[in-house]
T-cell receptor, first 114, second 112 residues
């Protein structure tokens, strides 16, 4: 199957700082990527759709100024959590669809905000 | 795609038994379905998929059944092993695009 990577796999930061998470499709190109967050023992919650060459589409209730998304190329999308607070601590996961519309997920990034 | 954040239902089985995980999907127009497995602390992993022109597809130790009449999808795992312990969720694809919708997921626990 297709491979999607994320970096970093975990990060700990102080409250008020910004954190950037990268999502890369390693062996295929993706004009669209998706960002999810997941709280313990819960399902995935879609945050936004990252679109190469255009603005991201955010789900209702997700602050676009807080969660900045940049789809820099056909293989890279970044999510920046700005002015992070402890309530932003979560597991962030990206996914990218292949041309056959099968979505492959990254390994996730564990964010802990102190 | 979209998903709903809910606390997960659970299924507990004995090692060696067969497991059946069920999923009800929402849109009768969905034409592509995927089962994912998510282990603790990891991203979801593709297991098996099925298109709407089929009602059954088999993989290695896994079988997916699709009942379009009642919009129901199931994942059967044969001879369940401790390594199968994870959260499993289904996804449906609408209109052959990237709009995937995910189920709430089921936590499978395998008892030795």
């Amino acid at each position: 199957g297709a491979v999607v990577s994320q970096h970093p796999s975990w990060v700990i930061c102080k409250s008020g700082t910004s954190v950037k998470i990268e999502c890369r499709s390693l062996d295929f190109q993706a004009t669209t990527m998706f960002w999810y967050r997941q709280f313990p023992k819960q399902s995935l919650m879609l945050m936004a759709t990252s679109n190469e060459g255009s603005k991201a589409t955010y789900e209702q209730g997700v602050e676009k100024d807080k969660f900045l998304i940049n789809h820099a190329s056909l293989t890279l999308s970044t999510l920046t959590v700005t002015s992070a607070h402890p309530e932003d601590s979560s597991f962030y996961i990206c996914s990218a669809p292949t041309s056959g519309h099968t979505q492959y997920f990254g390994p996730g990034t564990r964010l802990t905000v102190l | 795609g979209e998903s709903v954040g809910l606390h997960l239902p659970t299924l507990s089985v004995q090692e060696g038994d067969n497991s059946i995980i069920n999923c009800a999907y929402s849109n009768s127009a969905s034409d592509y379905f995927i089962w994912y497995k998510q282990e603790s602390g990891k991203g979801p992993q593709f297991i098996i998929d099925i298109r709407s022109n089929m009602d059954k597809r088999q993989g290695q130790r896994v079988t997916v059944l699709l009942n379009k009449t009642v919009k129901h999808l199931s994942l059967q795992i044969a001879a369940t092993q401790p390594g199968d312990s994870a959260v499993y969720f289904c996804a449906e694809n609408l209109n052959n695009n990237n709009d995937m919708r995910f189920g709430a997921g089921t936590r499978l626990t395998v008892k030795p």
